[in-house]
T-cell receptor, first 117, second 113 residues
Framework: GAVVSQHPSRVICKSGTSVKIECRSL??????MFWYRQFPKQSLMLMAT?????????EQGVEKDKFLINHASLTLSTLTVTSAHPEDSSFYIC?????????????FGPGTRLTVL | GNSVTQMEGPVTLSEEAFLTINCTYT??????LFWYVQYPGEGLQLLLK?????DKGSNKGFEATYRKETTSFHLEKGSVQVSDSAVYFC????????????FGAGTRLAVHP
């Protein structure tokens, strides 16, 4: 089956630092990847849609200068949380949709738990 | 806009009980419908999907039927196990564009021996 990985799985950082999270599709190519944020015991909130070779599309209310997204290849998208603050602490999950498969199924990564001290 | 409404949890059942988690949706066009499951501390796993009216998705004993007339996609399982304890999310995929997923709030299921 389609496998999506995320790295790191858990990160703790000091306030003001930047953190990069990687999302990789391991056995398929993904023209589109999605980044979500999940607060404790809540549903997933879509942050942005990432397309290979073009700028990401951000959802309303998401700061694009704070959450930098790069989708440099068909198997890798990165989310960088710049100048992180405690309120950015959350569970970040990516998903990927297979390229050219005619399917709208998204495969999710295992998530990255970010804690900002 | 498109939306998904799930029954509130938590749902607490004894092992081997019958499970139903209700899900209804509002959408324009012809969305695909999904159930995802999230185990503690993990990401989401696709449980099943249906792409058109009257389709039935099934996996691991779980089933859901795409009912266009009632705009529903209820999740059922005849006999739950302790290992089914997790949070279940109903979602729809908006037709066209990037096929963004719209999620319900999630329903926590706890199964006791």
């Amino acid at each position: 089956g389609a496998v999506v990985s995320q790295h790191p799985s858990r990160v703790i950082c000091k306030s003001g630092t930047s953190v990069k999270i990687e999302c990789r599709s391991l056995d398929f190519q993904a023209t589109t990847m999605f980044w979500y944020r999940q607060f404790p015991k809540q549903s997933l909130m879509l942050m942005a849609t990432s397309n290979e070779g073009s700028k990401a599309t951000y959802e309303q209310g998401v700061e694009k200068d704070k959450f930098l997204i790069n989708h440099a290849s068909l198997t890798l998208s990165t989310l960088t949380v710049t100048s992180a603050h405690p309120e950015d602490s959350s569970f970040y999950i990516c998903s990927a949709r297979e390229a050219g498969g005619g399917t709208d199924t998204q495969y999710f990564g295992p998530g990255t738990r970010l804690t900002v001290l | 806009g498109n939306s998904v409404t799930q029954m509130e949890g938590p749902v607490t059942l004894s092992e081997e009980a019958f499970l139903t988690i209700n899900c209804t949706y509002t959408a324009t066009g012809y969305p695909s419908l999904f159930w995802y499951v999230q185990y503690p501390g993990e990401g989401l796993q696709l449980l099943l999907k249906a792409t058109k009216a009257d389709d039935k998705g099934s996996n691991k004993g779980f089933e859901a039927t795409y009912r266009k007339e009632t705009t529903s996609f209820h999740l059922e399982k005849g006999s739950v196990q302790v290992s089914d304890s997790a949070v279940y999310f109903c979602a729809l995929s908006e037709s066209g564009g990037y096929n963004k997923l719209i999620f319900g709030a999630g329903t926590r299921l706890a199964v006791h021996p």
